[in-house]
C-alpha cells in the first residue's frame, strides 16, 4: 500500500509554500494540558520532535511549540509550550496542525504528496478516459483518491498499488484498475436494483 508520503490528510498550496496536514488534535488528556493527536503523517518522529513549531488551521489558534510527545493507547499524547492547563488544551479540539514543505521537493518511496496528485487525469488500465482526481481524503485503512468522472459522477477510488498501479506526474495522468462498481459504483447500484 502506498500514500502520500509524510501525509494522510491534506495538503494546501499557500503561495510558493504548501501546508500538509500532519495532525489533528483531538481530546485533551489529564489535567496538565495534554492532547491526543490524530497523526495524519508516516514520519511522525520527526514531524512532532520536540522543539518543533507548528502550524494551525485556524491559524489563530498557534503556532504551536511541541514541549513533549508519548504513545498512548494508539494515539500520540502532545504537550505544547503554549497549552498549559486542560481548558486550554479543550479550546483546541478540531485544530489542524500543518507543516510546511517544498513543493518542488519530490516524495520518497513510491510516495505522492496530494497536491501532485489533485488534477491528474484518471485512465483505466484499458486507456478509457474518466476523469481528475479531484481531492485526496484520509481513512483508516488507505487514503482515497475522489475521481470527478468526465460525465458528472464522482467516485472514490483507494489510493493502493493494486488498483492504481501507475502514477505519473510527468505526463498528469494516473491509471485505475477499473473494477465492477469502483470508478461508477451507481451503475452498480442500478443493475442490483
Do not use: N
Not at 485533551?28 to 518522529?45: M, N, Y
Not at 511541541?66 to 483546541?92: K, M, N
Not at 489533485?118 to 481513512?139: C, H, M, N, W, Y
Amino acid at each position: 500500500m502506498r500514500r502520500p508520503s509524510g501525509w494522510m490528510g491534506a495538503s494546501r498550496l499557500q503561495g510558493d509554500d504548501v501546508e500538509l496536514v500532519i495532525g489533528r488534535i483531538g481530546r485533551a488528556h489529564g489535567i496538565r494540558g495534554e492532547l491526543s493527536v490524530d497523526l495524519r503523517t508516516d514520519d511522525p518522529e520527526a514531524r512532532f520532535a520536540v522543539g518543533t513549531v507548528v502550524a494551525t488551521d485556524p491559524a489563530s489558534a498557534g503556532p504551536l511549540t511541541i514541549t513533549a510527545t508519548r504513545p498512548h493507547s494508539g494515539r500520540l499524547l502532545v504537550q505544547f509550550e503554549q497549552v498549559a492547563d486542560r481548558t486550554a488544551a479543550e479550546g483546541l479540539r478540531g485544530v489542524l496542525l500543518l507543516a510546511d514543505i517544498d513543493p518542488d521537493d519530490d516524495a520518497e518511496d513510491d510516495g505522492y504528496y496530494p497536491h501532485q496528485l489533485v488534477g491528474l487525469r484518471v485512465v483505466t488500465d484499458a486507456g478509457d478516459e474518466v476523469g481528475e482526481v479531484r481531492d485526496v481524503q484520509s481513512a483508516p485503512a488507505h487514503d482515497l483518491l475522489v475521481v470527478r468522472r468526465d460525465d458528472g459522477g464522482e467516485a472514490l477510488v483507494p489510493f493502493v498499488t493494486a488498483l492504481v498501479p501507475d502514477v505519473d506526474l510527468t505526463s498528469g495522468r494516473l491509471v485505475v484498475a477499473d473494477r465492477p462498481g469502483l470508478l461508477r459504483p451507481d451503475e452498480a447500484d442500478a443493475a442490483e436494483g
